[in-house]
């Protein structure tokens, strides 16, 4: 052998053990990113099942303050006024878990739909997600849409 072959010999002896060297490290790294992956993945998964404090309705004060303002209003008065609360967006959900707080709507297995029907049925919003609307325009930035009548519950007559 001349000395070309030896160093080459040599350099593909060092290769052979750099490579199982290699080998032995790239294991504990492949456990400790399965390791990471799982752990992640229960992350997410604690995430989207905790309720932060402040719920999708709104702080807490927010909520109580919205109720007592509603109390006495027609189902679509309340959701007008949800929505300005809001900046001109309501939730179908958040407006149904309001309305019956307030004692406006009780919790039926329909009230949802309800919730739904007077929004839709209304033409005042528009939809901009599913159970997601958005108070037109014109509703939103004037107020005499309402009138005092719509604001109350009609008064039946006692008998």
Known sequence: MNGDEEVLARLQIMEKGLQEKLDRLRKPLLQV?????????????LKRDIKPADSEDGPPEEISRLSTKLKGMTQLAAVITIAKARGGKVRTQDAKRLMIKA?????????????????????????????????????????????????????????
């Not at 990113?33 to 998964?45: K, P, Y």
């Not at 997600?129 to 005092?148: C, F, K, N, Q, V």
């Open 103 to 159: 004692g406006i709507m009780s919790a039926t297995k329909n009230a949802t739909n309800m919730t739904h029907n007077v929004i839709s049925r209304s033409n005042r919003f528009q939809r901009i997600a599913p159970g997601e609307y958005m108070l037109r325009e014109s509703e939103h930035e004037s107020d005499e849409s309402l009138t005092i009548r719509d604001l109350r519950r009609p008064q039946l007559p006692l008998q």
């Open 33 to 45: 990113e399965e390791d990471l992956q799982h752990v992640l993945g229960t992350i997410a998964f």
